[in-house]
Structure formats: structure tokens, C-alpha cells
């Protein structure tokens, strides 16, 4: 029975004088070498040349804030949950007097800790989040020689307020 | 004056030390960038502009490894195996003729540190005893990847000696002298040995990379069967000596077909130029030098395209088709001599 219609015949004939000479052949090889000297280089000079990534490419997380400057989460734990590779942990506050300005809910998250190492980008966390707080953006995960350094905390993962990361090319 | 040939002889053996030390460095840097080209990629090139620094890094990196000698080690052939391999090495370019001689004022500087009668003996006398070096590294290791490597290396360089010796007898025929100077001027204008001599040639660089254990006969050092060969065991600037004599001996057998093969330091129409002798000279050492270094790279393109040999092919090649074939080319070379000039 015939399984697939791309099997060759491998044809096992003994070799010919001039093949078993091997200089034609390894001239030929040489020929192919040397045309590769020549050709584009493959190579992505990666920290100064980036290779051009897609509009809706998914990279490390924002957790946003509003407006007015407030943080958007609220520590309801609903990415956590909805995180297939159980990179998010975090610890919820209750906003005391006189916060009003930073958090915009009553509640908000003291921590909020992602492991980037176990994060499998999937988005997961965006499409739960109820609050619009939290967003991957098309930035990259920069390499750090600790493993503890992948683990971001508030300070990296909330966006500056002098400094927005628009999230709206990968949302279109 | 009889103290001017040796201040003479001393600054060329400094020179040619340092160039041939300065050119296997780079060599290591040449192979990178070589291998990385004909395989689509650019090489090391964070060292330094276009990565030339990067023969020093690795240099730096070697010394400040940690030196281990194994404890079941035989101390002393451990440490003079890589010893005896570098000195082999860069002891043969002593009779290689690198250029026209030079005139200062009224001296004439001649651009080869030994003009003995006999120097292609010499140079496959040399070359021979190199192997000992890996030998006693390999032995002395007291590994058995080590041993094989070793033993690999001693067996597949002394096959290919034979076939080697036998097809520079053609070119001895035709020049009428074993002094490699005589080779060389011999082949003045295009009268080059390759025209005379191909098949001498073909089995001369074939047994030129088999006796620098370069690919496609690297079997001495084959990662895959032998972990790292007869230098399995060594480290830190001892493995880096071996590596490196590696490469001084391709430059000196680059050197060594230039100079039997490809008319030396002549090139068509040197004489015609009527140049003064001091830039004849220059020049001559550059055209050397040019055709020596396209046969680095060749050696190198050789590497990034021929697969490795299985052993056995490797001792039927030498044994079986090379040193028949050198003899033939003996035999017709004397006939030709003979009969037909």
C-alpha cells in the first residue's frame, strides 16, 4: 500500500569513475561554500537592531492607571486566578484617608508580584481583569543575571505617571 | 663585521617568531569570522572594532583559566608534550625563504633565517617529530580518549609522511635541489611547480591537512568520539599552546605550498619592473605573504565544507590511493625528465 506520495526511490548504483574521483564533488561543495560568503547574513544585532515585531505582539505587563493618575487595580485576584502558569501573586490594602489621589478604588494591592520566568505571555490577565488595570505591552523582557530579578514588583510593572505606556496599538 | 650576521639572523628570528605567533593569533580570529561567513552569520565582532581584539580576549581568557594536571598525570611529558608540539612548530619556518634579500647599505640582508642545503628534509624531518608532542600529551594524560587521540594522530601522520615525502621528490626532480631556496628560485617568472607538478600538488595539500590534524581529518581531536582528543585533559594555556601551534602549523604549511608549488615569493613579471632591490624585496614578501594567506583561508574553507573521514577511509586514502599515487607521480615525473626534456 502506497502510504504517502512523496517517498523517493533511493537508488543504490555503484558509483561512477569520475564519482569515486571526489574532487568534482568537493568542488562543487567548495562552490557552494563560497556563494554563502557572499549572501546576506542572517544575523539580528539584537541589543542595538531589534527584529520587527507584530502590532498585537504580547510582551512584559502595565498595570495601568487612570486619568487622574490612579492605580486601576484593586487586588481582586482575578488574574491570578485566570493565570494558567501561576506567575501572579499579589496582597491587598484597604486605601486609608488621604490616598484618594493614588489608588482610585477602596481596595488595592500592596504587592503585585509577576514572575516573568513563569509567565507564558498568553494575555489571560488582560482579558480578566475587570478594572482595566492590567495590560501586556509590546515591550520585551530585558535579560537579568539573577533569577530573582525576573520576579517584578509594583515599582516595574506600574506605568510612571509622567511616563504612559499606550497599550492602544496591540488593543485595534 | 663578522658580528652583523648574527645581529641579522637574531632580528629575523624575532620577527619571524612574533609574525608567525601575530598570524596564528589572528588565525584563531580568521576561522571564526570565516566559519561564521560561510555559514550566513558575522562572527565575533563585539571585541573591538569588527571583533579584532577578540585573539587578545581569548588569549587573556586562556591564562587566567585554572590550570589542572591530573593527578594520575606523568608530570613532566604532561608539560613537554604541549612544549615539544609549539617548538616543532614554529621551528620549521627557520628554512622557509620569505622574500627577495634585502640591501642595507651594501649588506645583503637575505630574508631566510637558514639557508641549509637540505631543507626539505629538514622540514619533513621537523614535521615529523611534532607528532611527539601530541603523542606525549596524549600519553601522559593517562586518559583513554586521550590515548585514542593520540594514538589516532601518530598513525594517521605517519601514513601521510609517506605520500607527503614522496610527492615533494617530484618537485626535488624538477628543481635539482633539497634547498628550499633553490626551490623557490627555480620557479622564477610563471615557471611555478603547480604547472609541472598537479598531481604532486593534489597529494601534497591533502597530506598537508592530514599532518595538521585539520578537517577533513581531524579524527585526533574528534568531539564527537573523543571528547576533546589527545587534549582532552588539558587546560588552561597548555590546551591553548596546542591550539595554537595548531594554527602556526597551518600558516607554515600554507607557507611551505607556496613556496614548493607556487613559485614563493615570484610572481609574472617581477623582473620586468626593473624596481630597486630594497621595494623588489618588499614586495616580494608581500606577494609571499598574499598567496600564503589564500591558503590559510583555504585550509579554513576546506574545514566549512568537507565533512570528517571515518577511520578507515582515512588509513585506505593514505595507504591505498595516496601513496600509490605519489609514487606514480615519481615514476612519471623521472620518465618525463628523462625521455621527453
Not at chain 1, 161 to 168: F, G, S
Not at chain 2, 66 to 94: N, Q, R, V, W, Y
Not at chain 2, 215 to 230: I, K
Amino acid at each position: 500500500m502506497k502510504l504517502t506520495n512523496r517517498s523517493v526511490v533511493v537508488s543504490k548504483k555503484e558509483l561512477t569513475w569520475s564519482e569515486k574521483l571526489y574532487l568534482p564533488a568537493i568542488t562543487q561543495g567548495l562552490g557552494i561554500t563560497i556563494s554563502h560568503f557572499f549572501k546576506k547574513k542572517a544575523t539580528v544585532q539584537y541589543p542595538e537592531v531589534e527584529k520587527p515585531r507584530t502590532e498585537i505582539w504580547r510582551g512584559r505587563h502595565v498595570l495601568k492607571r487612570d486619568e487622574e493618575g490612579r492605580e486601576n487595580c484593586t487586588a481582586c485576584g482575578l488574574c491570578a486566578v485566570a493565570c494558567p502558569a501561576e506567575a501572579i501573586t499579589m496582597e491587598a490594602a484597604e486605601r486609608m484617608k488621604g490616598e484618594e489621589h493614588l489608588y482610585r478604588e477602596e481596595k488595592y494591592a500592596a504587592t503585585y508580584e509577576i514572575n516573568m520566568l513563569r509567565c507564558i505571555f498568553c494575555g489571560l490577565c488582560e482579558e480578566a481583569c475587570p478594572k482595566d488595570a492590567i495590560y501586556l505591552t509590546d515591550r520585551l523582557v530585558s535579560p537579568e543575571y539573577d533569577r530573582q530579578d525576573f520576579i517584578y514588583g509594583k515599582n516595574k510593572l506600574v506605568e510612571k505617571i509622567d511616563d504612559r505606556i499606550d497599550i492602544v496599538p496591540r488593543k485595534k | 663585521m663578522e658580528w652583523l650576521p648574527l645581529i641579522d639572523k637574531s632580528v629575523l628570528i624575532l620577527i619571524i617568531f612574533l609574525i608567525s605567533l601575530g598570524i596564528a593569533a589572528y588565525s584563531t580570529y580568521a576561522e571564526r569570522k570565516v566559519a561564521a561567513f560561510l555559514q550566513d552569520r558575522i562572527g565575533p565582532n563585539r571585541a573591538g572594532p569588527f571583533g579584532l581584539l577578540q585573539p587578545i580576549a581569548d588569549g587573556v581568557k586562556m591564562f587566567m583559566k585554572e590550570e589542572i594536571i591530573p593527578s594520575a598525570a606523568d608530570k613532566f611529558l604532561f608539560m613537554l608534550g604541549p612544549c615539544i608540539f609549539m617548538m616543532t612548530a614554529l621551528m620549521t619556518s627557520a628554512v622557509i625563504p620569505w622574500g627577495k634579500p634585502l640591501d642595507i647599505g651594501g649588506y645583503q640582508m637575505n630574508l631566510q633565517v637558514a639557508d641549509i642545503n637540505i631543507g626539505v628534509l629538514y622540514i619533513v624531518a621537523t614535521a615529523s617529530v611534532g607528532v611527539y608532542g601530541i603523542m606525549l600529551g596524549g600519553w601522559a594524560s593517562n586518559n583513554k580518549f586521550s590515548l585514542l587521540g593520540a594514538v589516532r594522530a601518530s598513525s594517521q601522520m605517519i601514513s601521510y609522511e609517506l605520500a607527503m615525502g614522496l610527492s615533494i621528490i617530484g618537485v626535488l626532480l624538477i628543481s635539482n635541489s633539497l634547498s628550499l631556496s633553490d626551490i623557490v628560485k627555480g620557479q622564477e617568472g610563471f615557471h611555478w611547480n603547480i604547472i609541472y607538478q598537479p598531481l604532486g600538488f593534489l597529494i601534497f595539500l591533502i597530506c598537508a591537512f592530514a599532518e595538521c590534524n585539520r578537517a577533513p581529518f581531524d579524527l585526533a581531536e574528534c568531539e564527537t568520539e573523543l571528547v576533546g582528543g589527545y587534549h582532552t585533559e588539558y587546560s588552561s594555556m597548555k590546551l591553548g599552546m596546542f591550539l595554537f601551534a595548531e594554527y602556526v602549523n597551518m600558516f607554515i604549511s600554507s607557507a611551505l605550498i607556496v613556496c614548493l608549488f607556487f613559485g614563493g615569493y615570484n610572481f609574472p613579471g617581477i623582473d620586468n619592473l626593473d624596481l630597486p632591490q630594497n621595494i623588489a624585496s618588499i614586495i616580494s614578501v608581500v606577494i609571499f605573504f598574499a598567496k600564503t594567506f589564500f591558503f590559510i583561508f583555504f585550509f579554513m574553507w576546506i574545514r566549512w565544507t568537507i565533512p570528517r573521514f571515518r577511520y578507515d577511509q582515512l588509513m585506505k586514502l593514505g595507504w591505498q590511493i595516496l601513496l600509490p599515487l605519489s609514487i606514480f607521480n615519481v615514476v612519471a615525473t623521472a620518465a618525463w625528465l628523462t625521455f621527453v626534456k
